[in-house]
């Protein structure tokens, strides 16, 4: 009897424990986010009106100690990706506030936590390296402290709000060449560079009249529209391009100058963040009319020239290549053995010497294949071999080969290109290799023309003339969606997916830009970076992928400026999916219509579209106005 009582007394003893412990981890689990979380104790909570969400603290999201990694997988709240079970959250959490700038793709943490192993000296550390599934995350990326509407367009050029770019290093840095100026809670941009320093519109003008352009306009009289600027620093080469109507895709990476694109974006300037290393840029061939180079230190001589060999795949025919380094111009013994074997290079390219002046060197690319046939047999660098697809971007090596024109280029002598405005609506050369006519092309621009003013007369009681400024086509076909915007003070990133037709090509012959990407990833761009995102048929197309659609409605989430709008254009169903995470995600809806009236085709589609609210967390609330 004595042994029966004693295990009675032992199992009340083990409830009395358990129930102890439940209540304890209870507490913990209620409380535990402010202890457990980061020290910025204040920022453990997401507000919107009375609601709140617990933090997230991930290994993805990233510990600087290298032990987050090895942490078990349970205490973290990971979407799981393709392929993965895990419901997506009703509430999702709210990622560390250290993460308020996370790019999945180009995070330094996940480099070092998986311990790749990426050869410095080619940039492999600044390519895309995009989590695996169990890495991925399932979080809102919140704003940091104090962050604030953007300033709107033009006057974003020159300003923008410090605490929504909370870096002033590169002010310190570069205070010798005007880059940017710290001024109470703003952050000026003068218009230098480090070869610019009294301004990019006087250097600008300076490059167009070394080429002798009439007027000193850099545009040419409309022949010169698309420029590809690496090493952008700020993006002021581009910012002041934008009054000569040309349109610069300002290009740099994620390095030691850290937020350089995102100042660009914060202006409203078009940018991307990229890196000459090993991959070819996810542009087509023959994109651009001038590369530029304002002391972007970028070894151009390395393995044979294969970073002017990309360049030279880039450009069209007759393309420059503008060159602003001391190797353009200073006389001791380094500067000037670049200078040579530069010279010897780009003369064995068939480039020549277009102008040179002070500190810049303009080199201009043949206009057809003449000289390349004329140089001796076994020439270095060789003609690419004519099963190389030039237009093919994608996790695509770069080879240093120098890719040769098309017959239909070498027998123009060109590109074929009308001048710009003229060239938005003129059937592109380039349209025959997709099989399409002229009348397609021409229908299709009428089309999106259409839906487009549609789009506008939605979204009206919710805009004024100088609310959006930075646009997203995430599908963007022939490019007629941002076509349609040239009335508007706006600019649209066109984003071709990698997997469809490479219509890219004829967005840039119509002088637009884009960018080649997979929607099963993240996009290499920081967060709050666009104001409206325009999605047709994406999630329909990401339905007959392996990858998931909740987590591309938290990259858009991410992608999108507080206050920002989605437009979606998609089937019902995947409409009915979408709204079933507005409260999650905190978007509103604010226009429903059906496309019955755009098209026969297109009548079974549905026009949807939402606002993302401005939510802070509490760190954020305590220093805003």
């Not at 990694?69 to 506030?97: H, L």
């Not at 971007?393 to 123009?412: F, L, Q, R």
Request: one cysteine or more; a neutral charge; proline letters at 6%.
């Amino acid at each position: 009897m004595s042994r029966v009582r004693s295990d009675g007394s032992q199992k009340k003893r083990l409830v009395a424990s358990i129930c102890v412990v439940t209540i304890f981890l209870g507490f913990l689990y209620v409380y535990g986010g402010p202890i457990f979380g980061s020290q910025n104790s204040g920022s453990s909570a997401l507000e919107y009106g009375t609601k709140s969400l617990k933090r997230l603290g991930s290994a993805y999201l990233g510990g600087d100690d290298d032990t987050d990694a090895n942490q078990d997988e349970s205490s973290y709240n990971f979407r799981g990706g393709r392929n993965c079970t895990k419901e997506f959250p009703s509430d999702p959490k709210v990622c560390d506030d250290r993460h308020s700038e996370l790019i999945p793709c180009l995070d330094r943490h996940l480099i070092y936590q998986m311990r790749m192993k990426l050869d410095l000296s080619v940039m492999e550390h600044y390519e895309r390296h995009c989590p695996p599934a169990e890495r991925r995350f399932n979080c809102l990326i919140p704003p940091p402290a104090g962050y604030k509407v953007p300033i709107k367009w033009p006057q974003s050029r020159d300003e923008v709000w410090k605490a929504n770019i909370p870096h002033t290093h590169l002010a310190k840095e570069k205070s010798d060449q005007n880059w940017m100026v710290v001024k109470g809670e703003k952050i000026v941009f003068p218009g230098g560079g480090t070869h610019f320093h009294y301004g990019a519109d006087k250097y600008i003008a300076a490059i167009a009249n070394m080429l002798n352009f009439s007027n000193d306009n850099l545009n040419n009289e409309g022949r010169l529209r698309t420029v590809l600027d690496v090493g952008c620093g700020v993006a002021s080469f581009g910012a002041y391009l934008l009054s000569s109507d040309i349109i610069a895709m300002s290009l740099a990476p994620n390095d030691v100058h850290q937020n350089q694109i995102q100042f660009a974006l914060e202006r409203g300037i078009p940018a991307y963040l990229g890196v000459l290393g090993t991959k070819r840029l996810p542009y087509p061939s023959r994109s651009f009319e001038l590369a530029h180079c304002s002391r972007c230190r970028i070894d151009w001589l390395q393995r044979d020239g294969i970073l002017l060999l990309e360049l030279d795949r880039l450009l069209r025919p007759g393309g420059y290549f503008a060159y602003s380094s001391p190797e353009a111009y200073a006389q001791d013994e380094e500067d000037l053995r670049i200078w040579k074997e530069m010279s010897d290079l780009v003369g064995r390219m068939c480039w020549r010497i277009a102008a040179k002046r002070n500190q810049t060197v303009v080199w201009q690319k043949p206009l057809t294949n003449d000289c390349y046939r004329k140089r001796e047999p076994g020439t270095h660098p060789p003609l690419c071999q004519s099963d190389d697809d030039p237009d093919a971007v994608w996790g695509v090596n770069m080879e240093a080969c120098i890719t040769p024109y098309s017959e239909h280029d070498n027998k123009a002598k060109g590109s074929g290109l009308a001048p710009w405005p003229a060239r938005l609506t003129s059937p592109p050369p380039r349209l025959a290799d997709f099989g399409y006519s002229n009348d397609m092309f021409e229908k299709d621009t009428e089309l999106w023309q259409r839906r487009v003013d549609k789009y506008w007369n939605l979204l009206g009681p919710k805009i004024k003339s100088n609310t959006i400024r930075n646009i997203m086509d995430m599908k963007a076909g022939m490019g007629s969606f941002a076509a349609a915007f040239r009335s508007k003070d706006v600019w649209v990133m066109n984003v071709v997916p990698q997997d469809g037709l490479n219509t890219l090509k004829l967005i840039y012959d119509r002088g637009l830009i884009g960018s080649t990407h997979d929607w099963c990833e993240g996009y290499s761009t920081y967060p709050r970076t666009y104001d409206l995102l325009h999605a047709s048929t994406v999630f329909s197309n990401l339905e007959k992928k392996d990858c998931s659609p909740e987590d591309l409605l938290i990259e858009m989430d991410r992608i999108l400026r507080p206050t920002g709008f989605i437009i979606f254009r998609d089937k019902q169903p995947m409409i009915d999916f979408i709204k079933k995470y507005l409260s999650a995600l905190h978007w509103e809806a604010i226009a429903t219509a059906d496309s019955s009236s755009d098209s026969d085709q297109d009548g079974d589609k549905v026009v949807f579209i939402i606002q993302k609210k401005l939510w802070l967390t509490t760190g954020s609330l305590r220093d805003t106005e």
